[in-house]
């Protein structure tokens, strides 16, 4: 069977006044992930609550907002989760391994193929691999931003069959239900340009002790869908319901997997990478990329920004800014500044040495969900 990723937020897994574990929430979340490996399914867990169960552990009363407090208090917080885990773990004689990621670990090319063979290798010896991001060693450049766009990362590596982003409401609606009673549960999505006539109302940050929200699961179902994943957003409260949706229940929201998946080498550079530049394209270039099937060539390029070398990631935007594809340019940005909108016939004259003829590749770009 392909793996499920099961991604726990902190304010599922801790007490909302205190920040302490929700220890019979976490424990139950146990039992089901045992439940799923005796049924045959290799499991993955992304877990949240480093920071939070540090500040408890530390007596703080909110969770700081410099730096290296935070990585202090992941420092703290990460062994007594690990703790915790490993103990209930244990009862049930399941092995369990630390995963700590930096984006850094899925940006380079050769670090993503280690990170996806350890995974499998560790899903053959029917570990339980326990993921969070390294809080202690991330820079800002190189954090994931929220375990929801982690976890995706992860579905996507793992090539998983399941992603279940476990959250504080049962499922997506159109609005906040906590705070508008008129909002609309949403049970499926089919494809993810169907929020956009839904006008979702989906907020901000999440709680006091975490940092994610609805927006970042819809980006996370966004990575996810695209890499053949089906996504669900369910109640985390209620670990249970994870079997009765396997079994077919309608509960939670779930997000319909692409029917072609993009290859392993295009996920990374649609997510994996981190963009260091961006380059507007006229609608000629535009046309031949999203329905041509073409390569990029300078002659479509109308302006660039950022810095960067070739073989970066950059983004591809028309000209009103809007992202349409990402690829690998071949190309630095002092280069491309003298060629654009040139033909490719000019470009080695312009450079003054022999140079590809296009700009980003086809088999390097990827179209924008």
């Given at each position: 069977m392909r793996p499920i990723v099961l991604k726990?937020?902190?304010?599922?897994?801790?007490?909302?006044?205190?920040g302490r574990l929700a220890l019979s929430t976490i424990a139950t979340l146990v039992e089901v992930i045992c439940d799923l490996r005796d049924r045959g399914y290799p499991v993955v867990?992304?877990?949240s609550g480093a920071v939070g169960v540090?500040?408890?552990?530390l007596g703080l009363t909110e969770r700081p907002k410099a730096i290296a407090q935070k990585q202090a208090v992941a420092a703290v917080g990460q062994g007594r989760l690990m703790r915790v885990y490993d103990d209930l773990f244990s009862q049930f004689d399941q092995p369990i391994a630390q995963v700590l990621l930096t984006r850094g670990d899925l940006a380079q090319r050769s670090r993503y193929i280690n990170a996806y063979s350890t995974f499998q290798e560790l899903l053959r010896m029917g570990a339980i691999p326990i993921v969070n991001e390294n809080d202690t060693v991330a820079v800002d450049e190189l954090k994931f931003g929220d375990n929801d766009t982690l976890s995706a990362l992860v579905a996507s590596l793992v090539e998983?069959?399941?992603l279940f982003l476990l959250t504080d409401v049962d499922r997506l609606y159109s609005a906040d239900p906590r705070q508008?009673?008129?909002a609309e549960p949403i049970r499926l999505v089919e494809q993810m340009s169907d929020l956009e006539a839904l006008e979702l109302d989906i907020g901000g940050r999440g709680s006091q002790w975490g940092t994610g929200?609805?927006?970042?699961?819809i980006t996370a179902a966004q990575i996810g869908t695209s890499a053949g994943v089906r996504v669900v957003i369910t109640d985390g409260s209620q670990p249970r319901n994870l079997l009765k949706i396997l079994e077919g229940a309608d509960i939670g929201t779930q997000f319909a997997p692409q029917p072609q998946a993009t290859s392993a080498r295009k996920r990374w550079i649609a997510h994996g990478l981190i963009p260091a530049g961006k380059l507007y394209l006229d609608s000629g270039a535009v046309r031949a990329i999203c329905t041509g099937g073409g390569s990029l060539l300078a002659a479509g390029i109308r302006d660039l920004e950022g810095e960067f070398q070739p073989q970066d990631a950059v983004q591809l935007c028309d000209l009103e800014g809007r992202e349409v594809a990402r690829g690998l340019v071949n190309f630095s940005h002092e280069a491309l500044e003298k060629i654009c909108g040139k033909r490719s016939d000019e470009i080695a004259a312009i450079l003054g040495h022999d140079a590809p003829e296009t700009v980003v590749h086809r088999d390097n770009l990827v179209l924008a969900s």
């Open positions: 726990i937020g902190t304010s599922s897994l801790t007490q909302p006044d205190s867990l992304v877990s540090g500040c408890a552990r998983a069959e399941w508008n009673p008129d929200g609805m927006a970042t699961k």
